[in-house]
Every structure is written in C-alpha cells, then in structure tokens.
C-alpha cells in the first residue's frame, strides 16, 4: 500500500460508542481506498463471525464506511440465493429476504439500498455447517460433522448427496473436517478437507500438512499437502483457495496440480469473493489452542490481523484493508453483494442487535 493508503476511519469513541458494563467495544479502521473501492465497484460486503456470533454489513454513505452487526448463533457459512441471502448458523440455516421496495423507506432517508428481513429457517441441528453455496436450485451446505455435502428438504435435517471416497460412513464424528465448496454451472465441484482420515477428529494430529482439494465430480484428489485449505472458489476456469495456515492466497497450477501462493497476508485466511479484478479475503487471529498450534503463522501469531484484505489479482499486491482491533478475533466468510452500496439487514434478534424491528405486511385481506 502507498503511504496516502495508511490506515484510516479509527474508530474510536467519536465514532463508536462505549461497550455497556459486561460487553465488549467493536473497533475497527480501514485504509482511505477501502471505501473508494467498494464506491467504486458499486459493492458491500457481508462477513461472518461465528467467535462473536456476528453477521456484519459494510457498505459505504456519503463517502464513510457504514457498519452493521447483526447477532446468529455460531455463523459461518452465507450464500447469495435467488431471492436474498441464506446465513448459516449452528442449528440452523436462516433465509434474509430481499424488500428492495423498504430500503429507501428506512431512515435515514436515501441511505439505504438493499434491504434484507428475516423470514425463515431451516432446523438441520448442529452438524457444524461450513460454507454454503446455491446451485442447481438447492442450497448446499458443506455438513462437516457428517463429513458430506448435503443439501436441505423441509421434512429432513438434510439431504446427504456426496462424501470424500476415503469417509466410509455417514457418520457424526467430523473425520476429515470437510469445510469449503466451489461451485461450477450450478453444481458442485471442488471441496477442501483437512486430512484424508477416517476416523473422529481425525485430521487433528497432521493438519499442517495434510489438507487437500478434491473433484467432486470425479471423485478424486487434484491437489494435496495444504495446510489447513478453506474457501475452494472457481473463477473464469481458475481454481483459487486459501492456504490458510500459511496466510496465503493461491491458485492451482492444473498442469502440475500444485497451489501457486498469489498474496501472502498477515492472518489466518479464510472465507473469501472475488469481484472483478479483486479478492475479497477474510483474514482472522489465531487463538493458541490444539487447532491452530503449530501452523507455520503461529511462528508471528502477534503480527496476524482480523478484518478482510483486498487483493488484486493481476498483481498479487494488497491493495487495500478493514481490520477489527477489538471485539473480532476471527472471520470466516466474505461475501459481496454486487450492486449494493448501503444494505440494512434486519436478523432474527433485532432487539439484540439494538436495530428497529420491520414489519413486511400485505395490504389488508378481506375475509372470506
């Protein structure tokens, strides 16, 4: 980044409040091209933290960044569906409704842009869903505690469709720790495991070197010896994934069937979108516990960032950055809303979240 990109927007108390007794304070800065960019590219972003239990929405006003966080339970996986958005929670997977009609009748007055309400959800109980893709019209969870790819019907938990040729069984014991998908013409095709392993947990003990890349439609691995693999994401014929315990964005060289570091990033990466020329990528600090000890980021764990990196492609080169100082230790999933500058979302906990309740009522019916 250029010096004129030195972080800027502290949010500090002229722009967050105080955290109440027993809460704590969200801070957050960004770089001056952050919000250029998203202005420029027409965009927001939704991003997911399951340690907080946060979905956020960053968009842009008037030339300022625009934050909101709104609570679910343990979130992690988001999906954009045909008629909004699917936000994977730990029991359950919730659908956002898209009211376009609402946005600029929410003040403050031609804020707003995109509007998205709370409307249903789908009890799967806590199979640990990962990431969430829509294709072929099904949501697809990525089912990690049960090792496949499912996806859900109204009266089952989930529908099981597809497990690593090395899982022998539709077990709940998380074998491989099967968490990232890559669509391709609406179907799925790539996933990322942690370990070829067929018992409990039993990607734990090698996880840094283990990780691995697998064609779904062939049934095979195309790329092994990754180091914690997320966010398998298939762009323009490219696959790309995120080398998360090496902080790495990368694509994979088809001919050798090896990853290609693009960007190395200062955090652990996980959860990511591409826009245009750009990546979107989610960066997280990492905790010392037995998931993450040993990771070749833990050897500068106190320089690693939470927030998201934005990447050009073409260049490798961080082009700019927003990253949470306190209240936000981890991401795990980045997705733009394309189109959008200022999106207003109102989840299942509007009174936790401090945010007015909305109402999306017909007209009146007349009884029959």
């Given at each position: 980044?250029?010096?004129?990109?030195?972080?800027?927007?502290?949010?500090?108390?002229?722009?967050?409040?105080a955290?109440?007794?027993?809460?704590?304070?969200?801070?957050?800065?960004?770089?001056?091209?952050?919000?250029?960019?998203?202005?420029?590219?027409?965009?927001?972003?939704?991003?997911?933290?399951?340690?907080?239990?946060?979905?956020?929405?960053?968009?842009?006003?008037?030339g300022?960044?625009?934050?909101?966080?709104?609570?679910?339970?343990?979130?992690?996986?988001?999906?954009?569906?045909?008629?909004?958005?699917?936000?994977?929670?730990?029991r359950?997977?919730?659908?956002?409704?898209?009211?376009?009609?609402?946005?600029?009748?929410?003040?403050?007055?031609?804020?707003?842009?995109?509007?998205?309400?709370?409307?249903?959800?789908?009890?799967?109980?806590?199979?640990?869903?990962?990431?969430?893709?829509?294709?072929d019209?099904k949501?697809?969870?990525?089912?990690?505690?049960?090792?496949?790819?499912?996806?859900?019907?109204?009266?089952?938990?989930?529908?099981?469709?597809?497990?690593?040729?090395?899982?022998?069984?539709?077990?709940?014991e998380?074998?491989?720790?099967?968490?990232?998908?890559?669509?391709?013409?609406?179907?799925?095709?790539?996933?990322?495991?942690?370990?070829?392993?067929?018992?409990?947990?039993?990607?734990?003990?090698?996880?840094?070197?283990?990780?691995?890349?697998?064609?779904?439609?062939?049934?095979q691995?195309?790329?092994?010896?990754?180091?914690?693999?997320?966010?398998?994401?298939?762009?323009?014929?490219?696959?790309?994934?995120?080398?998360?315990?090496?902080?790495?964005?990368?694509?994979?060289?088809?001919?050798?069937?090896?990853?290609?570091?693009?960007?190395?990033?200062?955090?652990?990466?996980?959860?990511?979108?591409?826009?245009?020329?750009?990546?979107f990528?989610?960066?997280?600090?990492?905790?010392?516990?037995?998931?993450?000890?040993?990771?070749?980021?833990?050897?500068?764990?106190?320089?690693?960032?939470?927030g998201?990196?934005?990447?050009?492609?073409?260049?490798?080169?961080?082009?700019?950055?927003?990253?949470?100082?306190?209240?936000?230790?981890?991401?795990?999933e980045?997705?733009?809303?394309?189109?959008?500058?200022?999106?207003?979302?109102?989840?299942?906990?509007?009174?936790?979240?401090?945010?007015?309740?909305?109402?999306?009522?017909?007209?009146?019916?007349?009884?029959?």
């Open positions: 980044m250029s010096a004129d990109d030195a972080l800027a927007a502290k949010s500090d108390g002229s722009q967050t409040p955290a109440e007794p027993g809460l704590t304070a969200v801070r957050y800065e960004h770089t001056n091209s952050f919000t250029g960019l998203l202005d420029q590219l027409k965009i927001s972003l939704l991003v997911t933290t399951y340690q907080a239990g946060k979905l956020v929405a960053i968009g842009t006003h008037q300022a960044v625009s934050i909101s966080f709104h609570n679910f339970e343990q979130v992690m996986g988001l999906a954009l569906v045909p008629d909004g958005v699917a936000v994977g929670a730990k359950q997977v919730w659908y956002l409704r898209s009211a376009p009609d609402l946005a600029a009748r929410i003040a403050p007055a031609g804020k707003h842009d995109a509007c998205f309400l709370t409307r249903s959800a789908h009890f799967t109980g806590p199979v640990q869903g990962h990431e969430l893709a829509w294709g019209g949501l697809w969870p990525v089912n990690t505690l049960f090792s496949c790819l499912s996806s859900l019907r109204e009266d089952f938990s989930f529908v099981p469709h597809w497990r690593p040729p090395f899982v022998t069984d539709w077990a709940a998380d074998r491989c720790h099967l968490n990232g998908l890559a669509m391709e013409e609406g179907k799925p095709r790539y996933v990322t495991t942690l370990a070829e392993t067929n018992s409990p947990a039993g990607w734990r003990p090698n996880k840094d070197k283990t990780g691995c890349i697998y064609d779904v439609r062939e049934n691995r195309i790329v092994g010896g990754l180091c914690m693999p997320h966010s398998p994401r298939l762009v323009n014929g490219r696959l790309w994934v995120l080398n998360s315990g090496r902080g790495e964005l990368s694509v994979v060289d088809s001919t050798s069937k090896t990853v290609v570091p693009v960007a190395g990033l200062a955090g652990y990466t996980r959860g990511v979108d591409f826009f245009g020329r750009y990546a990528v989610g960066l997280s600090r990492i905790r010392e516990t037995a998931v993450f000890g040993g990771l070749p980021i833990a050897e500068h764990w106190q320089d690693l960032q939470c998201v990196a934005v990447v050009d492609c073409h260049s490798g080169r961080q082009v700019a950055a927003f990253r949470f100082h306190s209240g936000v230790e981890e991401i795990f980045v997705k733009v809303l394309p189109g959008f500058r200022c999106p207003v979302i109102s989840g299942p906990l509007p009174d936790v979240d401090g945010t007015d309740n909305i109402w999306l009522v017909p007209q009146p019916q007349p009884l029959t």
